[in-house]
């Protein structure tokens, strides 16, 4: 299994959604939630128009670890999930593919990957970058490593830093100012 990055320039960021959202407002909707919510790609997949529409907070069950998780829908992600969910049955998955099935994996690796190669994206990149990108930036605008664990449900702050690339960025930092 590669180990993916997450994608540390806010500019990136940017970029990516700006080509998903020239293929359509699932696929954006897929990349923000991803990056604005820090859930695992199959919980996301998992979520049904009824999960999110007209709530203050999104609720579930994780697939992997099935603990209870309960989060709220921040100002960027609630007007897009609104406009998406309009007209939908509660019922339906959140994400369709292109024949009326739920979104599986392998389609959201597809859409993720090859948006981040039309941004030019250097970065070793998966559906768990977006997972990966929520973290780094949120440990960048925070600083707080234990509330980034207990979200992250990992069992050291050291396995968060290393996870989100932190660890990485400190070697990187101190090879790049250190000369003999």
């Not at 009326?100 to 250097?122: F, S």
């Not at 600083?143 to 070697?171: A, M």
């Amino acid at each position: 299994m590669v180990c993916v990055e997450p994608i540390r320039n806010r500019k990136d960021i940017q970029k990516v959604e700006k080509t998903l959202s020239a293929r359509g407002q699932r696929d954006l909707l897929l990349f923000v939630m991803g990056t604005n919510c820090g859930l695992r790609i199959s919980d996301i997949l998992n979520l049904n128009v009824g999960d999110v529409r007209n709530k203050t907070h999104i609720q579930i069950i994780e697939k992997k670890t099935g603990k209870f998780k309960k989060f709220p829908i921040n100002a960027k992600l609630k007007p897009m999930l609104e406009e998406f969910t309009k007209g939908r049955l509660s019922n339906e998955p959140l994400f369709l593919s292109h024949w009326g099935h739920r979104l599986d994996r392998v389609t959201a690796y597809y859409i993720i990957r090859t948006a981040c190669e039309k941004a030019n994206l250097q970065e070793k990149i998966g559906t768990h970058s977006m997972r990966k990108t929520f973290g780094y930036h949120h440990y960048q605008q925070f600083k707080d490593v234990v509330i980034l664990q207990k979200i992250f449900n990992h069992s050291s702050p050291q396995i968060t830093l290393r996870y989100i690339g932190i660890e990485q960025d400190e070697i990187d930092y101190t090879y790049n100012n250190f000369m003999l």
